[in-house]
């Protein structure tokens, strides 16, 4: 168990930066998730931290220790990487154990364990297979099964999930999270995967264009995005944003208007979740549409409502589905409202 702390961080390669100035506190036994798009350098994080890789500036403490200059075996981490690094010569077995025989953890002691962590990721049957006789989906478990034979101090988890199928997906991600738990072990875990995020983590560090856009809870992540760039990342479907402009106290959109409690100005975003959207008369609307597509998801069906050039995804009972071309008209709930900047992307701040 241990707690760990970004210090200005950062990472180079050559001119081209990875990783602005990263400052980040993970207490102990925190589920910490760092979630962001292809490219935004989620993985130099943990490589950093690991001490695969040197940062170009600040400093990595683990439990207050500095542990930039520290050896990466011996920062008593676990880590799953993005790319498995099984070894090829070594059958299942004998990669899962390889922290074990490190350590030299011997005879039956190593066995029993090899099978107790192989069989939590369902892989008890194949101990004696190569890791060129699996699936992608059967390397990414030995690699979770490597990591969690030990307790290290830390685990950090490289899209550890990226390559099961989504039902398989749905079970580890649950164990991980029940695991995680039960260890108590503070746990790094990249993932571009907005509802992975949102489910295994205590807080959510959003990641993009090399530097940190917002760190919470999932669930004040959810409630108040910081900019429209987190807005239209997280939710499924995430949250619709319509560009206008404010003026006097309502949001202008050719195809109608709503009021908000925001200061006037030219370029402005309205965000509406699709579960905040109800359908009304248009005669008593707040943005007049039309049904451009009506899908019919299970729980719910999706509609999408064409206003001006923009989409807009409504969620409404599994039997409210629309003809496509209906004239629909859409209100917000009040207090479900959010307002960007047009400019920067921004939420301005709160007005006192
Ligand atoms: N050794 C390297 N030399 C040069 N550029 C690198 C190197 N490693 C990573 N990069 C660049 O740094 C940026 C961040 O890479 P990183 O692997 O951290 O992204 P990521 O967020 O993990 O993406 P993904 O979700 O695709 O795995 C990328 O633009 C990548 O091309
Ligand atoms: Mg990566």
Redesign the pocket.
């Known amino acids: 168990m241990a707690s760990v702390a970004l210090r200005g961080l950062g990472?180079r390669?050559?001119t081209?930066t990875?990783?602005e100035s990263v400052d980040l506190s993970i207490p102990d036994g925190e589920f910490l998730v760092l979630l962001?798009?292809?490219?935004?350098?989620?993985?130099?994080?943990?490589?950093m931290i690991a001490g695969l890789?040197e940062p170009s500036c600040g400093d990595i403490l683990i439990d207050g220790q500095r542990v930039n200059d520290l050896a990466a075996r011996d920062r008593d981490l676990a880590m799953v990487f993005?790319n498995y690094a099984l070894y090829p010569h070594m059958t299942v077995g004998q990669n899962i154990g390889y922290p074990l025989k490190i350590k030299r953890i011997k005879g039956e002691e190593r066995q029993r364990r090899v099978q107790e962590a192989a069989d939590k990721v369902e892989l008890g049957h194949l101990l004696a297979r190569k890791p060129a006789e699996l699936s992608g989906g059967q390397r990414q478990r030995v690699a979770l099964a490597r990591a969690l034979i030990r307790t290290p101090r830390l685990f950090l988890m490289?899209?550890p999930l990226s390559n099961l199928d989504a039902k398989l997906r749905t079970v580890m991600r649950a164990q991980l999270k029940h695991l995680q738990r039960e260890l108590a072990t503070t746990t790094i875990y990249?993932t571009?995967d907005q509802v992975e995020a949102m489910t295994l983590a205590d807080r959510i560090v959003i990641?993009n264009d090399?530097r940190i856009q917002q760190i919470g809870t999932p669930a004040e992540i959810y409630a108040r995005p910081a900019n429209v760039f987190i807005a239209g990342f997280i939710g499924s479907p995430p949250m619709n944003l319509i560009e206008g402009r404010i003026e006097n106290g309502r949001f202008v959109h050719a195809a109608g208007a709503v009021g908000v409690t925001a200061a006037d100005r030219a370029r402005a975003v309205l965000g509406l979740r699709p579960e905040d959207i109800a359908l009304a008369d248009p005669a008593d609307a707040d943005l007049v549409g039309e049904v451009y597509a009506s899908e019919l998801i299970g729980d719910h069906t999706l509609l999408s409502i064409r206003i001006g050039q923009t989409l807009v995804a409504v969620k409404v009972a599994p039997d409210g589905g629309l003809p496509i071309g209906t004239k629909a008209g859409l209100k917000a709930s009040t207090g479900k409202l959010h307002v960007f900047d047009g400019e920067s992307g921004e939420r301005p701040p709160v007005r006192q």
Do not use: I, N, W, Y
């Not at 962001?36 to 490589?47: A, D, H, L, N, Y």
């Open positions: 990472k390669f050559g081209f990875a990783l962001g798009p292809s490219g935004c350098g989620k993985t130099t994080v943990m490589r890789e993005q490289d899209e990249v571009h990641l090399a």
